[in-house]
């Protein structure tokens, strides 16, 4: 710089930068973080991921916390005379053709959807991880014939192994109890076929972990203490590769949900009177342009959770990368 | 004298689609019990195989024990099922690694694994499990065992995580204790270290212990007996004492020239050995150090050299006499 003294330069190095500043003996002395909190260091870096929790949360609370408000009675409750409401102080998001209040319906319908996406994607990756495990530990001819049969799986379309399945199973099934709730029988059939058809490619993603993770040496030393195999797959392998699966479940839950609107949709799905975001939209079709309301309000809470599931799974797949070491 | 290991003629390949490597080609050896046995040689010349294939450790396939006994107290290791050799492995016989970086698990803390070994052979509660663990990471000398419990691998320093490394496979007092080149990726201060920290514990303990490396100099402080290998050989035999005033292979006596000595600084260049060790993947004919070997002759090259005893406790394979210069 012009005109300025050799003292004043001098001054300048001598002062603490910014940088120096902020590596107090705090920090410098501080243990290295735990691989959890850096993971979460980067995840809160992500703004849209948590956005996306945000709007999970709020989602969860509306369709949980809603019920305190109203019972499922009167969400299941049909009054013809009053069908095809638009939004009114009654009846706040409308009514749908045979009368029952939407507002109420979208809330225990979420219930449902929640349940069916959480648990089919815990039926996907029992189902996955297990084949995936064996499949990448052992090799040989049983990694061949369990990969063979994954991928017969993988090349038939899902939404159309979906449906053959939904019609031949939804037959006539009996009602469940489940935390004091009259369930119809047949969100078990859909849980069970949604988790049935997609657990290939999470199978092929924990096959391709462990194909890798089993040549480490540590997994060679754990051997040599002695360790049985089950221990070996299911404590030293699976833990090492929990980050992708967390992210590929993560994102099963949004395709979960999407996949029962779709078949739940085409009337395939969870018979009424339980709602699903899905059958909401069943025969909404009719009145696209008449009754936006019927569409609209399930629509919209579809939309918002599938997005607010893929920020969060994006949010993860960055948090989680063990690769990435950045803070 | 009571035999702990009796080994064999243990010859162990490798069916690769390259074609079938020769890994062990026929060793035999004894330990006895209480005593420390080195097995030196290059890198890749079957020492680590050889002790893999004992504990049932070579992935199979590819690879395959194609022949040989190894008697550990009257039971033959290479004919025990997976699940009893799982319950000799840790307990038993345990054994350490090269690399301390990689060989902790990174998502496991450091009580989870050293715990491993105790929890899978003893019934001890988990109070008592945790106390012995602290008990041996003192042992190992970690300050701060209590915090070190449920720290994770990647918050420790390489010298402390083979220390980790060495408290886990003591953690059931194995009677044999191998130590696959326990200090070759550690600086020379910490090898030191953890030399003396081994010896510490063999004399607390009564262990037996076979010690792989390839550097001569760590082995004279600690062993009783050394092994020369080389490519799937046993070349020579002899006490400790014996191969550094003694040395009769040819190879031996190239590794010792090798090494860089206090005494000889400035005045020459280290002597290295020329070519590198042979192939394993072409079947071994004739003495498989005859390329490289200064005093090789016509009949190094047509018939392998078999292990003769030409001393108390000292054996070599190799055509030559190389105290008189004279092929035997």
Not at chain 1, 147 to 163: G, K
Not at chain 1, 267 to 282: D, H, I, Q, S
Not at chain 2, 136 to 147: F, M, Q, T
Request: with cysteine.
């Amino acid at each position: 710089m012009p005109g300025s003294t050799p003292e004043f330069v001098m001054a300048d190095i001598l002062r603490p930068t910014e940088a120096q500043h902020l590596l107090t003996p705090d920090v410098l002395e501080a243990p290295p973080l735990s691989l959890s909190k850096m993971a979460w260091l980067r995840f809160r870096r992500h703004r849209m991921a948590i956005f996306g929790c945000v709007v999970l949360i709020l989602i969860i609370m509306y369709s949980v916390g809603g019920s305190l408000f109203f019972s499922e009675a009167y969400a299941n409750k049909t009054e013809t005379t009053k069908r095809l409401q638009a939004p009114s102080a009654e009846h706040p998001f409308g009514t749908d053709t045979i009368g029952r209040d939407i507002l109420a319906r979208t809330i225990y319908g979420g219930q449902i959807s929640l349940l069916i996406g959480l648990t089919a994607v815990i039926v996907q990756v029992f189902i996955g991880v297990i084949i995936g495990a064996i499949s990448g530990y052992y090799g040989g001819w049983l990694d061949s014939v369990l990969m063979r049969f994954t991928e017969a799986i993988l090349v038939v379309p899902q939404i159309f192994l979906l449906l053959v399945m939904a019609k031949y199973f939804g037959g006539q099934l009996p009602n469940i109890n489940l935390f004091g709730r009259t369930l119809s029988g047949s969100v078990v059939v859909i849980i069970l076929i949604i988790g049935l058809t997609s657990w290939p490619y999470l199978a092929r993603i924990v096959r391709a972990e462990f194909l890798s993770l089993k040549e480490n040496e540590f997994i060679l030393a754990a051997r040599a203490i002695g360790t049985p195999t089950n221990q070996i797959i299911f404590r030293h392998i699976l833990p090492n590769s929990i980050a992708p699966i967390v992210v590929t479940a993560t994102l099963g839950v949004a395709n979960a949900i999407t996949l029962e609107a779709y078949i739940s949709f085409l009337g395939l799905g969870v018979r009424p009177p339980t709602a699903t975001w899905g059958n909401m939209l069943e025969g909404a079709y009719n009145y696209i342009e008449t009754a936006y309301w019927l569409w609209l309000f399930p629509g919209l809470l579809i939309v918002l959770i599938v997005l607010s599931i893929n920020f969060v799974g994006d949010g993860l797949r960055d948090a989680l990368d063990p690769r990435s070491r950045a803070i | 004298m009571s035999h702990l290991l009796d080994v064999t003629n243990l010859k162990t390949r490798f069916r690769t689609p390259e074609g079938t490597v020769y890994a062990v080609n026929g060793v035999s050896f004894h330990l006895e019990d209480g005593e420390t046995l080195a097995v030196v040689g290059e890198s890749g010349c079957g020492k680590s195989v050889t002790m893999l294939s004992l504990l049932g450790m070579i992935p199979i396939p590819p690879g395959e024990i194609a022949s040989g006994s190894a008697l550990y107290r009257g039971r033959d290791l290479l004919k025990l099922k997976d699940a009893q050799l799982e319950d000799i492995r840790g307990k038993e016989i345990a054994m350490i690694f090269q690399d301390p970086m990689t060989s902790l698990n990174p998502v496991l803390t450091i009580g989870r694994q050293i715990t491993e070994a105790l929890c899978v052979h003893t019934n001890m509660s988990k109070k008592q499990v945790r106390e012995k663990a602290i008990e041996l990471l003192k042992a190992v000398g970690i300050s701060d065992p209590y915090r070190c419990l449920d720290e994770y691998p990647h918050q420790f320093s390489g010298g402390m995580r083979q220390r980790v490394m060495i408290a886990m496979a003591l953690s059931c007092e194995p009677a044999l204790l191998i130590a696959d080149e326990p200090t070759t990726a550690l600086d020379v201060t910490i090898q030191a270290q953890i030399v003396e920290l081994v010896i510490r514990l063999r004399e607390r303990m009564g262990m037996t212990i076979i010690w792989i490396t390839h550097d001569l100099g760590v082995i004279a402080s600690l062993a009783d007996r050394v092994i020369v290998m080389y490519a799937g050989f046993i070349v020579e035999e002899a006490k400790v004492d014996d191969i550094y005033d003694d040395p009769r292979h040819p190879y031996t006596l190239a590794l010792l020239a090798a090494l860089p000595r206090v005494d000889h600084r400035r005045k020459q260049r280290l002597k290295s050995i020329p070519g590198a060790p042979p192939n394993l993947l072409i079947e071994p004919h004739g003495c498989p150090f005859a390329v490289r070997c200064e005093f090789a002759f016509d009949h190094c090259r047509e018939e392998n050299p078999q292990l003769v005893s030409i001393a108390n406790e000292h054996q070599i394979a190799c055509w030559l006499d190389t105290k008189t210069g004279k092929p035997r």
